[in-house]
């Protein structure tokens, strides 16, 4: 069954923010987002760990945070200063094995197929 549901996605201006949400089913101990347009491969865009560290993609950097709200096992993705190349569709992926396995937030953000779970993907849209 769905395990992961993002919202928040949608059309927003230059220098704008916008908040995506992940409801998830469950406690995982690493979460992150990744982002991926039509042609490219899925990149990552922020991760955090069990261990509550982050992890930022270099081009989001200053203008992402990633957060979660362990009582609602939810996690968020707050943007700021939006700019048109972040156009894309964002994927929430969630994994029950954290820091002890390797699965540090470093280590997620390059490695999308280490998260067994995905959501459906909200878009998001920058003119």
């Known amino acids: 069954h769905v395990q992961l549901v993002e919202s928040g996605g949608g059309s927003a201006q230059a220098g704008g923010s916008m908040r995506l949400s992940c409801a998830a089913v469950?406690?995982?101990?690493?979460m992150g987002w990744f982002r991926q347009t039509p042609g490219k491969e899925r990149e990552g865009v922020a991760t955090?760990?069990?261990?509550?560290?982050?992890k930022y993609a270099d081009v989001v950097k200053g203008r992402f945070t990633i957060s979660t709200d362990a009582a609602k096992n939810e996690l968020y993705l707050q943007m700021n200063n939006l700019k048109p190349e972040d156009t894309a569709k964002y994927y929430c992926?969630?994994?029950?094995?954290?820091?002890?396995?390797?699965?540090?937030?470093?280590?997620?953000?390059?490695?999308?197929?280490?998260?067994?779970?995905w959501g459906q993907g909200t878009q998001v849209t920058v003119s």
């Open positions: 955090i760990d069990s261990d509550g560290a982050t």
């Open positions: 469950a406690h995982f101990d690493s």
């Open positions: 992926a969630a994994d029950r094995q954290g820091p002890m396995w390797g699965m540090t937030a470093s280590h997620a953000l390059g490695a999308p197929d280490s998260f067994a779970y």
